[in-house]
């Protein structure tokens, strides 16, 4: 059973033989993920992951006795097509709640028009603290912050084995790579970890020599790397070609480690990776029914399983937003913002509730996901 506030939603495997009746209506809900350009892999997991909650809450009647409907708007990878889309989605399909949108930089650029329009979203990935210190009292974040993530991790410092004498970065430049960066930088310098050298990569670069010769040349031992996928899987191969000796810890849970086995074969060995669900060992998830469900769900869509690490966001952050409408009784944007507050759902990640962040009055909601270190030994996922 997953419990949505006072309702209880039927496992997810229910949907693959169930035959609802409908209302001739339905409720929207806008997804603003990016399917295609430089972090296009990530966007299509989230939204395959939305689309199984669709799916799932369709099968056991939708919400208020109406169908769910999804919405989805291709970002593009870009922060200007993120805001069309969000214009979009409000205005002309009129959606009273959306989930998106990826990047904090296009998360941060869509912000604005959630005040100008009172429509609220859940989001589901991004990572900068400014999402949720802003002043924006129509966001709702189910994704840890950068500071969260780092913080976390300091906690399990002590597995490391050697332990971490200096640690450089490389980072993907923008808020989400320079976020974490800064977060993580902080913690790693209270702890008494020396810093090295941070290098920065535009999203769509592909060589990254320079940048992985300068952090050589730093004489580290731990390369922290944030980044989408994609780069994530140019950086290992070319940290490879070049020989740097440093450990390689990515952050951000956007590492997708099947994928970088099957595209960086070797150069994906060893390295560490900091997740917020590990679909390898669901048995270990805070909500265990619920994670082995999410993962035969998604399998039994045929969708890839490297897309497991990412496609969980969009599933918890659909029937955190099913639950909300059910629990304000209308599908309209006020009465869903009130409701998000009281909501309660247990989810692939954890248990999800918002706590308020921000200035007085001007509050956002904060989710306190859980989060995991895996690493690859031999062509495998393991937990160190």
């Not at 939603?9 to 809900?29: H, R, Y």
């Not at 999804?70 to 969000?86: C, R």
């Not at 991790?153 to 490389?170: M, R, S, T, V, Y």
């Given at each position: 059973?997953?419990?949505?506030?006072?309702?209880?939603?039927?496992?997810?495997?229910?949907?693959?033989?169930?035959?609802?009746?409908?209302?001739?209506?339905?409720?929207?809900?806008?997804?603003?993920?990016?399917?295609?350009?430089?972090?296009?892999?990530?966007?299509?997991?989230?939204?395959?992951?939305?689309?199984?909650?669709?799916?799932?809450?369709?099968?056991?009647?939708?919400?208020?006795?109406?169908?769910?409907?999804?919405?989805?708007?291709?970002?593009?990878?870009?922060?200007?097509?993120?805001?069309?889309?969000?214009?979009?989605?409000?205005?002309?399909?009129?959606?009273?709640?959306?989930?998106?949108?990826?990047?904090?930089?296009?998360?941060?650029?869509?912000?604005?028009?959630?005040?100008?329009?009172?429509?609220?979203?859940?989001?589901?990935?991004?990572?900068?603290?400014?999402?949720?210190?802003?002043?924006?009292?129509?966001?709702?974040?189910?994704?840890?912050?950068?500071?969260?993530?780092?913080?976390?991790?300091?906690?399990?410092?002590?597995?490391?084995?050697?332990?971490?004498?200096?640690?450089?970065?490389?980072?993907?430049?923008?808020?989400?790579?320079?976020?974490?960066?800064?977060?993580?930088?902080?913690?790693?310098?209270?702890?008494?970890?020396?810093?090295?050298?941070?290098?920065?990569?535009?999203?769509?670069?592909?060589?990254?020599?320079?940048?992985?010769?300068?952090?050589?040349?730093?004489?580290?031992?731990?390369?922290?790397?944030?980044?989408?996928?994609?780069?994530?899987?140019?950086?290992?191969?070319?940290?490879a070609e070049q020989r740097l000796p440093h450990r390689i810890i990515t952050t951000g849970g956007s590492s997708s480690p099947d994928q970088l086995i099957a595209q960086a074969g070797d150069a994906a060995n060893n390295s560490y990776h900091i997740l917020f669900f590990a679909p390898w060992f669901p048995e270990k998830a805070v909500n265990p029914d619920i994670a082995k469900a999410?993962?035969?769900?998604?399998?039994?869509?045929?969708?890839?399983?490297?897309?497991?690490?990412?496609?969980?966001?969009?599933?918890?952050?659909?029937?955190?937003?099913?639950?909300?409408?059910?629990?304000?009784?209308?599908?309209?944007?006020?009465?869903?913002?009130?409701?998000?507050?009281?909501?309660?759902?247990?989810?692939?990640?954890?248990?999800?509730?918002?706590?308020?962040?921000?200035?007085?009055?001007?509050?956002?909601?904060?989710?306190?996901?859980?989060?995991?270190?895996?690493?690859?030994?031999?062509?495998?996922?393991?937990?160190?």
């Amino acid at each position: 059973m997953v419990r949505t506030g006072s309702v209880a939603v039927l496992a997810i495997g229910a949907f693959l033989g169930a035959v609802p009746a409908w209302a001739q209506d339905s409720i929207k809900i806008g997804v603003n993920e990016p399917l295609t350009g430089a972090v296009a892999a990530s966007g299509n997991y989230v939204t395959n992951g939305a689309r199984i909650a669709e799916e799932m809450l369709n099968a056991q009647g939708g919400v208020l006795g109406k169908k769910i409907q999804l919405i989805i708007e291709d970002n593009k990878s870009n922060p200007k097509e993120a805001v069309s889309a969000a214009e979009k989605l409000i205005v002309r399909d009129k959606v009273p709640v959306m989930m998106g949108a990826w990047s904090s930089t296009f998360t941060l650029a869509v912000m604005p028009k959630l005040i100008e329009y009172s429509v609220p979203m859940v989001v589901e990935t991004s990572s900068s603290g400014k999402i949720t210190t802003s002043g924006n009292p129509w966001v709702f974040r189910i994704a840890p912050t950068s500071a969260m993530e780092a913080r976390a991790f300091g906690e399990k410092l002590g597995q490391l084995n050697p332990p971490i004498k200096k640690a450089d970065f490389l980072a993907v430049n923008n808020d989400f790579g320079r976020g974490a960066s800064d977060e993580f930088r902080k913690m790693l310098e209270a702890k008494g970890v020396k810093v090295g050298v941070t290098e920065t990569m535009a999203p769509e670069a592909t060589d990254l020599s320079a940048q992985l010769a300068r952090i050589k040349q730093s004489d580290g031992d731990t390369l922290f790397v944030t980044t989408g996928v994609e780069q994530i899987t140019l950086v290992l191969k070319q940290a490879a070609e070049q020989r740097l000796p440093h450990r390689i810890i990515t952050t951000g849970g956007s590492s997708s480690p099947d994928q970088l086995i099957a595209q960086a074969g070797d150069a994906a060995n060893n390295s560490y990776h900091i997740l917020f669900f590990a679909p390898w060992f669901p048995e270990k998830a805070v909500n265990p029914d619920i994670a082995k469900a999410f993962v035969e769900a998604w399998n039994k869509k045929g969708y890839e399983f490297a897309g497991l690490t990412e496609g969980f966001r969009g599933y918890d952050g659909i029937t955190t937003i099913a639950a909300a409408i059910k629990a304000a009784g209308k599908a309209e944007p006020q009465a869903i913002r009130d409701a998000l507050w009281n909501t309660k759902v247990s989810g692939v990640n954890g248990n999800i509730a918002f706590t308020k962040e921000g200035p007085a009055g001007k509050e956002s909601g904060q989710n306190q996901p859980n989060i995991y270190i895996v690493q690859i030994k031999g062509g495998k996922v393991t937990l160190p």
